[in-house]
C-alpha cells in the first residue's frame, strides 16, 4: 500500500486536487496538507510519519519541508514535481499533469 502525502502551500488547490484524484486509485491512501500559515490544513508530524511517500509542488515547499521537519524525514522518499499555482482546483490541466508526474510514482 502507497501512503501518498501531497503539500502545496495553502492545502487549496495542488495538494487538495492531488489527493482527490490519487485516492480512488488502487493500493494508493492519500492525505494533504499546506506549509503556509494560513492553510487550510497544516502539515503536521504525523502526517509525515504516515507517509512512505511525499509530494510537493515546487522546490520552495521541499526547502520549507527540509527546515521545518528534517527531525521527520529520515528514510522518507519526497519527491518535486515541479507545478506552479497557476491552476484551480480540479482544473483538467491540473489533473493531467499530476496523472503523469505523479502517477508513474503510484502505480
Same mark, same amino acid.
Given at each position: 500500500?502507497?501512503?501518498?502525502?501531497?503539500?502545496?502551500?495553502? =492545502? +487549496? /488547490?495542488?495538494?487538495?486536487?492531488?489527493? !482527490?484524484?490519487f485516492?480512488?486509485?488502487?493500493?494508493?491512501?492519500?492525505?494533504?496538507?499546506?506549509?503556509?500559515?494560513?492553510?487550510?490544513?497544516?502539515?503536521?508530524?504525523?502526517?509525515?510519519?504516515?507517509?512512505?511517500?511525499?509530494?510537493?509542488?515546487?522546490?520552495?515547499?521541499? =526547502? +520549507? /519541508?527540509?527546515?521545518?521537519?528534517?527531525? !521527520?524525514?529520515?528514510?522518507?522518499?519526497?519527491?518535486?514535481?515541479?507545478?506552479?499555482d497557476?491552476?484551480?482546483?480540479?482544473?483538467?490541466?491540473?489533473?493531467?499533469?499530476?496523472?503523469?508526474?505523479?502517477?508513474?510514482?503510484?502505480?
Open positions: 500500500m502507497k501512503r501518498a502525502l501531497f503539500i502545496c502551500t495553502q =492545502n +487549496r /488547490l495542488r495538494s487538495p486536487t492531488a489527493e !482527490h484524484v485516492a480512488g486509485w488502487p493500493d494508493v491512501e492519500t492525505d494533504s496538507a499546506g506549509l503556509g500559515n494560513d492553510a487550510d490544513v497544516a502539515q503536521s508530524t504525523e502526517q509525515i510519519a504516515w507517509a512512505n511517500i511525499i509530494f510537493v509542488m515546487e522546490k520552495a515547499h521541499r =526547502n +520549507r /519541508l527540509s527546515r521545518n521537519f528534517r527531525a !521527520h524525514l529520515n528514510g522518507k522518499r519526497v519527491i518535486c514535481l515541479d507545478i506552479p497557476d491552476y484551480e482546483y480540479m482544473q483538467a490541466e491540473l489533473v493531467r499533469l499530476l496523472e503523469i508526474k505523479a502517477g508513474k510514482f503510484l502505480r
